[in-house]
Structures are given as structure tokens and as C-alpha cells.
């Protein structure tokens, strides 16, 4: 089998993403010997070491980073230059996708089905997670996240808002008392909730006649994980300020009951980071696909 540099790339590319030569081959359904003469061939051309093999794992080298972070952008439009003239062809190939385990979990795992109706020869690789992710270095095409942006090398689009609320168990209110005002809340407990990147704990926000407050809470207990945050709330163990598309299910069962309605928390925005501008057809399909799922 001839490799051109082309197609080199993007074997170079699986196998950072995928993290083996052996699993890149399963990938890209070619031979296991081809996938190391396609780095041969690239490290030759380039004239340098792009990976650092050993017998437990693959890293890539300061050449082999830099290599990757502007190859991946570059063969996202050449994909599209070739998609763009293959219109009438079905969509296929591979997603890699990561988003928050509640958005995952209740809102576009069940409407999947949908999806692979429309297009039955896209496979998604989705992540689940409430961690910040380096696209490139994870190898994912978009990222689904909530609240305010850092600064960071990606490309935001906005997809909407999603609602927030305070609320806590009703053993909690029981044993606590129900807190009337945001002052309050100074002789209440919180799950508190740490920025994976910062370490920091998130700071809550209220709506007041004046506008946004935000507050930083006492609390014994400190999460990152959203399905850790709602089973601490339903514990008893404190306050909490979340997604209402997760705990709305024990507010209606009666588990849960809202704090502070009158103070609610301003709506979060919702964003579909790109690792760059340059997006594959997949990638825009999925993201108007995503887009109506959001805003239905």
C-alpha cells in the first residue's frame, strides 16, 4: 500500500487521538504495519521526531505537538474542500464530542436516535465530563459548555442559555430552616463547586432588584462533578445552584425545593467551542442538529 503525506496526516493525527498504532489501525480499518510507515514517512519529510514511544505509551514531542496543533486545522479544510464538491454523497466518518455529563446524560443522549436516523454513517465518540478539555491534545472536534469563557486558543458559537436554579432537600429546610433573604444564606451550608482548571471555588449568583450579586458560600463539601453535586443535595448536605434541566425531576417529585425564588440565578450561557474556524461537514451538521435540539 502506497502512503502519501496526505494520508500520513491523517494517520499521524488517529494516532495521537486515539493514543495506539494498533488502535488507530482498527480506526481507519488499514493494517497495523501501515500505520508505522505513515510516521516513518512523516518524520521523514519533516525532517524530525514527532512521537516518543515507548513500551507502555505514546507522547508526543515539543515537534510532534506543534505538528499536530497546525495539522489538525489544516486537514479539517482540506476535508471540506473535498466534501464541498461531494454534496450528494452520504455523510460518514467520526465525531468527537465532549459536553457536560447532565447535557449528556438528559438532553441529547435521548435524542440520538434521531440523529443516526438522519445520518447513519456518522460515529460519535462522546465524552462525558464537567472538567475543561484541550481540544487538540484530546483530539475532539467540538466541546458543549456552560457559563462564561476563559481565554483559550478556540472558536466559540452560541447556542443559548439554559436555566439555573437554588434549591436544596426538604431534610435539609427541615433541619436548617428555609433561608427569606441572601443574607441568609451566610448562616447556611453549600455544595460548593471547584473550576477544574483554576482550582477556585465557583462563586453563586443571584438576581436582586439592582442587578447580579454573586456570592462565595460556606460549605463543608466541595465537588466537580455534576452527578456528585445533585446526590450531595439530595444527602442533605447543603445548598445547591444548578442546571434545572437535572434536578428539575426531584423538584417535581418533591425530593428538592427551590431557595430563594425571588433571587433567582441569571440564566448560563451554553457555547460549541471549535478547536479552529476551519469545520468539517460533519462537524456543522452536528452543530444545527444540536442547535434545534437546544432551542426546541
Known amino acids: ?3 502519501n503525506l496526505f494520508e500520513s496526516i491523517r ?3 488517529e494516532i495521537v487521538e486515539s493514543g495506539s498504532f494498533t488502535q488507530a489501525a482498527e480506526n481507519l480499518r488499514i493494517h497495523r504495519p501501515a500505520v508505522t510507515r505513515a510516521l516513518q514517512l512523516l518524520e521523514q ?11 507502555r505509551r505514546i507522547d508526543l514531542t515539543p515537534d510532534g505537538e506543534a505538528f499536530y496543533r497546525r495539522s489538525k486545522p489544516l486537514l479539517a479544510q482540506a476535508d471540506e474542500l473535498l466534501e464541498s464538491f461531494s454534496s450528494e454523497r452520504a455523510m460518514r466518518g467520526q465525531l468527537r464530542v465532549d459536553m457536560p ?6 438532553v441529547v ?8 436516523r438522519m445520518y447513519p454513517e456518522i460515529d460519535i465518540i462522546l465524552s462525558s465530563s464537567d472538567r475543561r478539555r484541550d481540544m487538540l491534545r484530546d483530539g475532539l472536534d467540538c466541546i458543549l459548555r456552560l457559563g462564561e469563557l476563559d481565554d483559550g486558543e478556540y472558536v466559540a458559537h452560541r447556542m443559548g442559555t439554559i436555566k439555573m436554579t437554588t434549591c436544596a432537600s426538604r431534610e435539609y429546610i427541615a433541619r436548617h430552616g428555609m433561608p427569606e433573604t441572601l ?5 447556611h451550608q453549600a455544595i460548593n463547586w471547584v473550576n477544574s482548571r483554576s482550582s477556585k471555588i465557583m462563586p453563586w449568583t443571584f438576581s436582586t432588584p439592582e442587578g447580579a ?5 460556606p460549605g463543608k463539601l466541595v465537588v466537580d462533578n455534576s452527578e456528585a453535586y445533585v446526590s450531595a443535595c439530595l444527602a442533605g448536605l447543603g445548598l445547591l445552584q444548578g ?3 437535572f434536578i428539575k425531576p426531584h423538584l417535581e417529585s418533591g425530593q428538592l425545593v427551590e431557595v430563594l425564588p425571588h433571587n433567582p440565578c441569571p440564566d448560563r450561557k451554553l457555547s460549541l467551542l471549535y478547536p479552529h474556524r476551519h469545520l468539517s461537514r460533519r462537524v456543522r451538521i452536528f452543530t444545527e442538529w444540536l442547535e434545534g435540539l437546544l432551542q426546541a
Open 45 to 55: 519529510h519533516s525532517g524530525t521526531r514527532l512521537l516518543q514511544r515507548t513500551t
Open 183 to 187: 443574607e441568609d444564606l451566610k448562616n
Open 1 to 3: 500500500m502506497q502512503i
Open 11 to 13: 494517520i499521524f493525527i
Open 213 to 217: 450579586v454573586e456570592m462565595t458560600l
Open 243 to 245: 442546571m434545572n434541566v
Open 109 to 116: 443522549i435521548p435524542r440520538l436516535p434521531e440523529f443516526y
Open 101 to 106: 455529563i447532565a447535557l449528556a446524560a438528559l
